[in-house]
């Protein structure tokens, strides 16, 4: 069964930037699109971005445009999500998305 594993979340002053980092067990990162989910306390689930198998083509949701960004290594099978200019309301569990097999997820606590 294939497992996707989220690293890097962590506790960060507002301002502050932290890289997330998906990897899997086996190679399907590298053949699928990619997506990051995060889900904040009493909210539902929500979409922050994916990337295309080339990584030639990414997508965000608006409040992140220009914040966050979402790139692979293939070689590495990994994907990663930078995040910088964090604000308190990114505060969430950050998960990976690949098919329809989550990760299970990262902590980011952005303090004010």
């Known amino acids: 069964q294939v497992q996707l594993m989220e690293s890097g979340g962590g506790l960060v002053q507002a301002g502050g930037s932290l890289r997330l980092s998906c990897s899997a067990s086996?190679?399907?990162?590298?053949?699928?699109?990619v997506a990051w989910f995060r889900q904040a306390p009493g909210k539902q689930r929500e979409f922050v971005a994916n990337?295309?198998?080339?990584?030639?083509?990414?997508n965000y949701f608006v409040s992140v445009k220009g914040r966050f960004t979402i790139s692979r290594d293939n070689a590495r099978n990994a994907v990663y999500l930078q995040m910088n200019a964090l604000k308190p309301e990114d505060t969430a569990v950050y998960y990976c998305?690949?098919?329809?097999?989550w990760g299970q997820g990262t902590q980011v606590t952005v303090s004010s």
């Open positions: 086996s190679s399907i990162l590298k053949l699928n699109l």
């Open positions: 990337i295309t198998p080339d990584g030639f083509y990414t």
């Open positions: 998305k690949v098919r329809d097999i």
